[in-house]
Every structure is written in C-alpha cells, then in structure tokens.
Nanobody
Framework: QVQLAESGGGLVQPGGSLRLSCAFS????????????MGWFRQAPGKEREFVAV????????DYADFVKGRFTISRDNAKNTVYLQMNSLKPEDTAVYYC??????????????????WGKGTLVTVSS
C-alpha cells in the first residue's frame, strides 16, 4: 500500500558527505505523504537495525539518535513526496544499509524510534578510505 524507494547511497571517504533520498508513493485512497511520519534506520553488518532519525508529518518535529546529532539532518519536501537524510562528517562506523520508513499511526514521535510500519529496500552507504 505504501512504496518507499531509497537512493543516494555509495562509497565515500571518512569526513565526506552523502545525501540520501526516499521517494514515497501510495495507492491507498485518501492517504497522502503528509499523513505519514518518516524515518531513517540503518543496519550494519552483523548488527541489529537501529534508529537514525525521524520527522513528523509537518516537518516541525524531529528526533535523532545521539550518535548522529550534529552530523546528520533529516528533512522532507511534502510537495515532492520525498524525505532526505543529509549525512556529513561521515565515519567508518556509519557504514550500513540505510532504510527509509514511514508510519501513519497517531502516536508520539518517540514511538517510531522502535520501528515503523512501512519500509524501503535500503541503500548501502560505505565509508572507507
């Protein structure tokens, strides 16, 4: 019912930057991008998936994992049905598959830190020299 397509991953050197994009689409009548909070999660090799950032429906409410605060910025363009993750000062430990996620449940933003209803297939980010 909701399709999420990430793009923008790749190989970058430590200290470099990347911007991930996630295109949203839905076939559910009466539902639009603005009904969904959007988030980014990541999963490194051999590790569990972890929360990275989340943004509320209007874009006014945002939360980040402590390990990305000051380095990553989540944003959304409701006219383009797209959510972004600007990643700066990348470190080797940021290497992971990054997943876009969306959720329309009327719950506090903090609830989404533990997971969201809809997921993309992921895009690989590799930080290495």
């Amino acid at each position: 019912q909701v399709q999420l397509a990430e793009s923008g991953g790749g190989l970058v050197q430590p200290g470099g930057s990347l911007r991930l994009s996630c295109a949203f689409s839905t076939r559910t009548l009466g539902r639009t991008f603005t009904h969904y909070a959007m988030g980014w999660f990541r999963q490194a090799p051999g590790k569990e998936r972890e929360f990275v950032a989340v943004i509320g429906r209007s874009g006014n409410n945002i939360d980040y994992a402590d390990f990305v605060k000051g380095r990553f910025t989540i944003s959304r363009d409701n006219a383009k049905n797209t959510v972004y993750l600007q990643m700066n000062s990348l470190k080797p430990e940021d290497t992971a598959v990054y997943y876009c996620a969306g959720d329309s449940r009327p719950v506090p933003l903090s609830t989404y830190l533990y997971g969201m209803d809809y997921w993309g297939k992921g895009t690989l980010v590799t930080v290495s020299s």
